[in-house]
């Protein structure tokens, strides 16, 4: 028998094929099997805050009980982090926002433990926390994206531009370009005061793309700025361009400093004819205008796009805003938890949840 190692003999047809089938099998595999933990955790912290939920209305069980709870638990599970008097309050408080078992089996068990505390501690409507919970399923959110989509409202914002899509696109494809776009825009992360110009914020947008790219949402990839066109010996150039890869399409934005008026769209109109005849693959599907200004007239946007051929959304941008009341305050700080328990902070260490 030869001593060469395995690795330096040649191998045989269809190896490299069959490597690769392992390797994704196996791949999969340990995201199931990690999927699987995760979801026994999350019903493990659901059904011990139930628990406490239901001795504390059944035998009226204060919040000292908790102190006690988590010193045994972890007395008796060392190597297991969680059991904190901070997380047995989150997981009460879990339980208390998801009384129904299959939703935390089918939903929220899903995501991580940190994921949940977010959902739990930004958003007080039930309704609020299942919308971000499955987008966070469906686009793989982490921890901070989640957050952060959150803080600007994502989902209330999405879809709501005013668009022509229903009449300039097919279905399916109008209502996924339609929820590709929402109104209005957040750019407060470009650090610009109210009054900047366009040129300022295109400028400001390419040197913060990622977290412009994240503002526009799944799907935007960031193809120039400032994009020549060279229609019949003149020179036009787009604001900025953009290919988005669930529509295969490509998006022209242009920026308006001001209030919107119709004439705009014949500008955007223009360009859209010209990326369809110059830039797009004869597979992609017809280019998308979307017209971002500072103010818009909801009615003056909804006519000047009736009767108008081309696929355009019309939106706002703002470039400073406050988070609104309802999104400033969490549900359960620990303090508000120990209150509605009637019982008082005894101190003592506190693991991350």
């Given amino acids: 028998m030869s001593d060469r190692p395995a690795s330096l003999t040649p191998p045989p047809q269809g190896y490299a094929e069959l490597l690769a089938e392992l390797k994704r099998r196996i791949d999969s595999a340990q995201q199931r099997a990690t999927l699987a933990v995760n979801r026994e955790l999350v019903l493990l912290y659901w059904q011990i805050g139930r628990d406490i939920l239901a001795r504390q209305a059944d035998q009226g069980w204060g919040a000292k009980v908790i102190d006690r709870l988590a010193h045994d638990l972890r007395t008796a599970f060392p190597e297991m982090k969680g059991f904190s008097r901070a997380n047995l309050m989150y997981m009460r408080a879990f339980a208390e926002a998801w009384p129904d078992e299959p939703i935390v089996q089918q939903l929220v068990g899903r995501l991580p433990w940190g994921h949940n505390l977010v959902l739990l501690t930004r958003l007080k409507d039930s309704a609020q926390r299942m919308a971000y919970a499955g987008a966070a399923i469906e686009h793989g959110w982490s921890r901070n994206v989640l957050n952060i989509h959150i803080e600007t409202r994502l989902l209330e914002r999405t879809g709501k531009a005013v668009t022509n899509f229903d009449l300039t696109l097919p279905q399916p494809h109008s209502d996924l370009a339609r929820e590709s776009l929402k109104d209005p825009y957040r750019f407060d992360f470009l650090g610009l005061g109210r009054e900047a110009g366009e040129r300022a914020i295109e400028q400001a947008m390419v040197k913060h793309v ?32 953009f290919y988005h890869l669930k529509l295969r399409c490509y998006v022209v934005i242009e920026l308006k400093g001001g209030k919107f008026k119709p004439e705009h769209l014949g500008q955007l109109g223009f360009y859209l004819t010209a ?79």
């Fill in 275 to 353: 990326v369809d005849a110059q830039v797009k693959h004869p597979q992609d599907g017809p280019t998308i205008g979307l017209l971002l200004c500072k103010h818009k007239n909801k009615v003056v946007a909804e006519y000047a796009l009736r009767n108008n051929t081309q696929p355009i959304g019309v939106a706002e941008y703002q470039l400073v805003e406050s988070l609104p009341p309802e999104l400033q305050t969490s549900l359960p700080s620990i303090e508000q938890i120990e209150r509605e328990l009637g019982g008082d902070y005894v101190g003592g260490e506190e693991e991350e949840a």
């Fill in 210 to 241: 990622t977290e412009f790219l994240l503002e526009l949402g799944a799907g935007f990839a960031f193809v120039g700025r400032q994009v020549l066109l060279d229609v019949g010996g003149d020179e036009f150039f787009l604001d900025l361009l």
